[in-house]
């Protein structure tokens, strides 16, 4: 097959500046302090590389070169409104000084640590300013680099909705007068922990597709582990982080086997094992030893991980170590007390030590005002209840379960086990 | 996508493991290529290969089973080391391998090879192999 010797040149330019296009942005962002403007000048620097590199050839060091082409965008936009200033007042020599300078600042600018730069703009994308939502959407779109269009697909809402919520993300940012630093200190965790939210957002998003949803739901996992991956890279000493990472590459490792041909969801108990990517859950068991070698086996993003880990070390469903998981979930329950987190230690403790004791936690919590509507609690009461050969009553949480239940499969399993009664 | 990338085996790489400063500066600059990888969140996992004279091939041919003893011929068709990476798509692997520090001291080759998915495989396997490779994953996650 012959290839047209310019779309070829084109497509690899293409993928260096997907490649670069993240710390293109947070180079640019640290100079103009401006994630918009950041993100116009590396598309200028784009157009400039499309122009260019068919003729030049890709530089050595293509980074360098687009950081440069954007830098002298930005330096003209400077010398640009100079200019006009000049034209509207006298100003005289102060302002040649002044401009020496700017550009002497923007030189040094470009020097720092492209790593820190990266870092410092991941977090101005996740920062406090900036609701949940715009968090998400501006890290696909800065450091993900999606389209506005594929958010807002990924998100299962409209275009312009998406646009207007970037739009505003970066007047907030802008509005705040960020300086792209990583935050030091006490600031620091407070940050890293909404960064840290931010992805573990991002992952669920995709985690919760469903079979013959736009693939660009499931995508949102394999973002949510790159991103993952890179803040472990660029912060190796980061417990938290590393239990984030742990904890996606151990779930995404079972993404392949948690649903039927028919779209139907399998149970954790009931995937074929072989399914699990093993690939995942090493470099999942590996980035979790680290966590715990740091001395953060306590948080939360390690214990959830090493949950997910006790499942990934059993050969089969009956091999799992519940007494284990009951265990980590007495910890989780201090560490991140919620009643959601109360009922998955029931199930545990009623799988490591019998249905009764199950039920009298989960009678416990059964009245929680955050638990009225939440379709697992009857579902888990019903189970417990089966469990311990009391199936008429286990019917009638079967059947509430099935009525609170928003998803048709799940109602329809719920209803069978209601019928198995 | 998941590919697998070979650094391929060259005269020198067969000769096996040289210290010099040429050598040295190779691994610094490897080093320095694999920070790049594991901090663009590509790079899952990657190792080198001792020569061939090191290695054993066994030769099948219906019930007979061979043993040959390295090193191999045809030096270039052999592997001296590899990456895992896990990149969107192939053009990003290419320009990621475009980027690597000469691997070896003189000309050599670098090939990228993407993973069957587990999709692929679904029509190839019974019930029964299913469960084998089952107990074999999970075995493999345990060690």
């Known amino acids: ?421 | 996508m998941r590919v697998m990338v070979f650094v391929k085996a060259t005269e020198d790489s067969e000769a096996g493991l040289t210290i010099d400063a040429e050598t040295t500066a190779m691994f610094e600059a490897m080093g320095r290529f694999n920070e790049e990888l594991i901090k663009a969140g590509i790079m899952m996992d990657g190792d080198g290969l001792r020569p061939s004279s090191d290695g054993k091939r066994v030769a099948f041919d219906g019930a007979s089973r061979t043993v040959i003893d390295g090193p191999f011929a045809e030096t270039r068709e052999l592997v001296a080391g590899y990456w895992i990476w896990q990149v969107k798509d192939m053009a990003e692997a290419v320009e990621w391998v475009k980027r690597c520090p000469n691997p070896m001291k003189g000309p050599s080759e670098i090939e990228i090879r993407p993973f069957y998915e587990m999709a692929d495989f679904e029509a190839a396997l019974s019930p029964t192999a299913e469960a084998i490779h089952s107990r074999n994953a999970v075995a493999m996650a345990k060690s």
Not at chain 1, 230 to 254: C, F, H, K, N
Request: net charge negative.
């Open chain 1, 1 to 421: 097959m012959a290839l047209d010797p310019s779309s070829d040149v084109q497509q690899a330019i293409e993928a260096v500046f997907r490649i670069e296009r993240a710390r293109l942005i947070a180079g640019l962002a640290r100079v103009v302090r401006d994630v918009g403007q950041a993100e116009e000048l590396a598309q200028d620097a784009l157009v400039s590389a499309l122009a260019d590199w068919p003729r030049s050839g890709i530089p050595t060091n293509p980074l360098a070169w687009l950081l440069a082409a954007g830098k002298r965008r930005a330096i003209d936009g400077f010398r640009r409104k100079e200019m006009l200033a000049r034209k509207h007042a006298e100003i005289g020599r102060d302002l040649e000084d002044e401009r020496d300078t700017q550009v002497e600042d923007l030189e040094a600018a470009m020097d720092d640590d492209i790593g820190a730069e990266l870092l410092g703009l991941i977090f101005a994308a996740c920062h406090p300013v900036l609701s949940a939502e715009q968090r998400a959407a501006l890290t696909l779109r800065l450091i993900g680099g999606l389209s506005t269009e594929e958010i807002a697909r990924a998100f299962l809402t409209s275009e312009p909705t998406v646009a207007q919520r970037i739009v505003r993300a970066k007047k907030a940012l802008a509005n705040a007068g960020l300086d792209f630093e990583v935050p030091r200190g006490a600031e620091r965790q407070a940050r890293l922990a909404s960064v840290l939210a931010v992805i573990y957002l991002i992952f669920n998003e995709g985690y919760s597709a469903t079979a013959g949803e736009d693939l660009i739901r499931p995508a949102l996992c394999a973002e949510a582990q790159r991103l993952g991956r890179i803040l472990a890279g660029l912060m190796p000493d980061e417990p938290e982080v590393l239990g984030l990472l742990a904890l996606m590459e151990i779930q995404a490792s079972r993404l392949n086997a948690r649903t039927a041909p028919d779209g139907s969801p399998i149970l954790l108990t009931d995937q074929n094992r072989a399914r699990w990517d093993q690939l995942l859950i090493r470099r999942g068991l590996a980035a979790l030893q680290r966590a715990e070698a740091l001395g953060g086996a306590n948080g939360p993003y390690a214990l959830q991980a090493a949950l997910a880990a006790c499942h990934a070390r059993a050969r089969t469903a009956e091999d799992t170590d519940w007494p284990r998981i009951a265990g980590l979930y007495d910890t989780l329950a201090g560490v991140m007390p919620s009643p959601v987190v109360e009922l998955n230690r029931a199930v545990a403790h009623s799988m490591a030590f019998g249905p009764e004791t199950g039920l009298a936690m989960v009678e416990a919590i059964a009245e929680a005002p955050a638990l009225r509507s939440y379709a697992p609690l009857p579902a888990v009461r019903g189970d417990m209840l089966f469990r311990a050969g009391r199936p008429e009553e286990a019917r009638g949480y079967f059947e509430a379960a099935a009525s609170l239940s928003q998803n048709a499969r799940e109602r329809e399993f719920l209803l069978g086990r209601a019928a198995a009664c």
